[in-house]
């Protein structure tokens, strides 16, 4: 049995033309397939959860990066982690599915599923704490990244802000009107128990793939199937110095960045100075707040592309 998980809200108004066609693709190729829609947070990770631990065959995430996260973090996070993800693009941004090459048909992409062998790829795992001091963990498929970047998020993802512009475009615009406003964040940053910067800094990425915010390659030496995280560490402070960064981050022509610095490692953490100026985002989407471990989790993910 094949299960979709969708969300219905991603991907503004240019959605429903587009599931239409892709349901009728994929209903082709799996004649068998479910459709579970997500109504309210935290419902994507649920019914993969569920669906994942009743023993369906591959779980299809339909949405945009914030879906593909929470049916990461679902499924890994069940009795059967091993059930295999399959992807539908659907969202604002897609970034992640950018690793893979997919086809845009969305008849060539069922099609490309069905006849796909699993594979394993890697994922990361946050230990953060909660409002109350309780630890917890949440699995994400992308990026977790620390600083400016939260703050576009968060402007990204206002309610307001998805009646105008869509894509790529949306988050070049909020991204330049953030970094206006911008002032430097102060947080330590560990990597592997060795501390790679402390102090004042604009941004650090924690990078399973090589792409965020609408087609930024931030990281482009990142592979998600190489064991290791890629970290981003930036430091540049002026407004107009971080404006000609953002230009250059769609085709990678920031490497080399005198105020730039690429790292790996397995194990990332974060110590904020102040918690209240900390903004994070995990996959296009702020599910943490204060200081966090991020760790990767070799092959941990099992997907068909």
């Known amino acids: 049995m094949v299960a979709i998980v969708r969300n219905p809200v991603a991907g503004g108004n240019g959605q429903p033309v587009r599931w239409a066609r892709a349901l009728d693709a994929f209903r082709q190729q ?15 990770r649920r019914l993969a959860m569920d669906l994942a631990a009743s023993g369906v065959d591959l ?11 929470d049916v990461v973090d679902g499924i890994l996070s069940s009795s059967r982690p091993e059930t295999p993800l399959a992807f539908l693009p659907l969202g604002t941004g897609s970034d992640f599915v950018r690793n893979f090459d997919l086809p845009a048909d969305p008849q ?85 128990g060795m ?33 290791f995280f890629d970290v981003a560490v930036m430091r540049e402070e002026r407004v107009s110095g971080l404006i000609r960064l953002l230009k250059s981050l769609y085709k990678a022509g920031h490497v080399g960045h005198p105020q730039l610095s690429f790292h790996r490692g397995r194990r ?19 599910p943490i707040q204060g200081g966090f471990v991020a760790e990767i989790l070799p092959g941990a993910l099992t997907i068909r592309t």
């Open 59 to 69: 779980v299809i995430a339909a949405g945009g990066d914030g879906t593909i996260s």
């Open 30 to 44: 799996f004649p068998d397939l479910t459709v579970h829609e997500s109504r309210s947070a935290g419902d994507a």
């Open 195 to 227: 501390k790679v910067h402390d102090g004042r800094l604009a941004l650090t990425a924690v990078a399973n793939g090589g792409w965020f915010g609408g087609g930024m390659h931030v990281t482009p030496e990142a592979d998600v199937a190489d064991g």
């Open 268 to 286: 990332v953490e974060f110590r904020p100075t102040d918690t209240a100026r900390f903004p994070v985002e995990v996959d296009g989407e702020m």
């Open 108 to 192: 060539q992409l069922a099609a490309r599923i069905a006849a796909s062998a699993p594979r394993q790829i890697d994922a990361g795992r946050i230990t953060a704490r909660d409002a109350g001091g309780k630890e917890f963990h949440r699995h994400f498929a992308n990026i977790a990244s620390v600083g400016i970047s939260g703050e576009i998020v968060e402007r990204v993802n206002a309610p307001g802000a998805r009646r105008w512009l869509s894509g790529p475009v949306r988050f070049f615009v909020f991204s330049l009107l953030t970094i206006l406003r911008y002032r430097p964040y102060t947080f330590d940053v560990l990597i592997d």
